[in-house]
């Protein structure tokens, strides 16, 4: 309890305008070069990187924080998260939606979002409050005003789909509960409402299963997919697609799309057409590995299909060169494990420095927050992490967090 009032207290005071604070890792990893810069420090002034460099000496006045045996690295950035869901081994997806009570889910979602910054994660793109209506909007607003500690939040509040097409129902003529159902011309209406209420993204369901049971197939059209992101981009927008199927996703990068969440089943063909098209996917390993296991499996050979599948349709993505959006669908597996979908796409194929750079300066691009995060660079955004190791050569390092700063407050110290 004590602990939690210290973080608390410091994450809620703002940084103010003379604090300095000079930071002495062993090396620093900036976000966009695979290559760390041994013996460079950080100076940070109120809430900004003020310096960068090697032989940096402490200003006047400064506090010195020495992270020995540390890489300082932006903080990293989650780009599927669900912070009003924990995982499905506690309890199924259908039961949070039906039976949690939304006051429940949001004083988990108060505990997800610390979690969260403390494993050095200060930003997430949150897909989808899943049933708890705007209670993003809340959170986020709670987490900017210093109320409650957590990361910096980008939401899309109720997410779209089509009529009967999701879940869960409780009848066969009541409508579903975990996002808003919306068609044709009202889709449009239903994404400006949405952002209206504090959408920073619109989130859709490009393809899912009509029933239980069945393979998903395409659930919008390409003419609805293209009124929608039309009319989202040109509020200032994205537009972020759930797809699954090859139909789901080409309609989804037709329509101009600029994220695909999943991509199960993507295709070499499908996938050089997202390269084409500058679609960011989003693949979301953690989630079907995760699912796997709750439903028993151990890890080891053989794999499950999804599983199998998945790894797959990543590699073809890497080859094709997609870009690629660092995002586990966290709230399936437990909040603050974020790193977890980091380790399985080195796992899979993708070489730990790249993993650090989509994590960092790479979602900071997709989500059009380069000019305030994502890299150690004079004039941005302080926030930065301290990590025991060299998560360039074991991206397991990124669990060892010795040090959180957001904003230029540190809220985890060594």
């Known amino acids: 309890m004590r602990l939690f009032l210290f973080l608390l207290i410091l994450i809620s005071a703002p940084a103010a305008a003379q604090d300095i604070i ?7 990893f900036d976000g966009l070069n695979p290559r760390l810069h041994e013996g460079w420090s950080v100076i940070v002034r109120g809430e900004r990187i003020e310096a960068v460099g090697p032989g ?21 950035i989650e780009g599927h998260s669900h912070l009003f869901l924990h995982p499905y081994n506690e309890t199924s997806w259908d039961d949070q939606v039906l039976r949690e009570p939304e006051s429940l889910r949001t004083a988990r979602a ?6 969260t ?18 209670a993003d909007v809340g959170l986020k607003q709670a987490i900017e005003q210093g109320i409650v500690p957590g990361p910096r939040m980008l939401i899309a509040t109720r997410a779209l789909v089509t009529t009967g097409s999701y879940g869960p129902k409780t009848g066969p003529e009541e409508p579903v509960k975990g996002a808003e159902e919306a068609d044709g011309p009202n889709l449009v209406v239903a994404a400006r409402r949405q952002i209206g209420a504090g959408a ?22 390409l003419g609805e997919l293209r009124a929608v992101v039309e009319a989202s981009h040109a509020a200032g927008r994205d537009v972020a697609v759930h797809a ?3 139909e789901g996703m080409r309609n989804a990068i037709l329509a101009g799309a600029d994220t695909i969440e999943h991509g199960n ?8 057409l997202m390269r084409e098209h500058g679609v960011a996917l989003c693949p979301t390993l953690a989630a079907t590995d995760a699912i796997s296991r709750y439903r028993g499996w151990n890890g080891a050979a053989p794999e499950p299909a999804a599983v199998a599948e998945k790894r797959r349709s990543f590699a073809a993505a890497l080859a094709a060169r997609v870009p690629i959006c660092m995002g586990g669908d966290v709230g399936v597996y437990a909040h603050g494990d974020n790193a977890r979908e980091m380790e399985l796409m080195v796992a899979y194929g993708m070489p730990p420095a790249d993993v650090l750079i989509a994590a ?3 979602n900071a691009r997709l989500f059009g927050l380069a000019e305030k995060l994502g890299s150690v660079r004079s004039g941005l955004l302080a926030d930065l992490v301290a990590v025991e190791g060299d998560p360039t050569r074991d991206i397991a390092a990124v669990r060892a967090v010795r040090l959180v700063m957001k904003g230029g407050v540190v809220v985890r110290a060594p």
Do not use: C, Q
């Not at 000079?22 to 620093?28: E, K, Q, Y």
């Not at 393809?207 to 049971?213: A, F, H, L, M, N």
């Not at 089943?265 to 050089?272: N, Q």
């Open 56 to 76: 940096l000496s402490a200003p006047p006045g400064a506090r010195v924080i020495e992270l020995p045996r540390t890489t300082l690295m932006p903080g990293m």
């Open 110 to 115: 108060v505990n997800h979002a610390r979690a």
């Open 360 to 362: 960092t300066s790479g």
């Open 200 to 221: 920073d993204v619109v989130k859709l369901y490009g393809d899912y299963r009509w029933r239980p049971g069945e393979d998903s197939r395409p659930t919008y059209t």
């Open 22 to 28: 000079l930071l002495r890792p062993a090396r620093v």
């Open 244 to 246: 699954s199927t090859p």
């Open 117 to 134: 910054l403390l494993a050095g994660f200060t930003t997430v793109r949150d897909l989808g409050t899943e049933g708890a209506g705007y």
């Open 265 to 272: 089943s993507g295709t070499a063909e499908i996938f050089r």
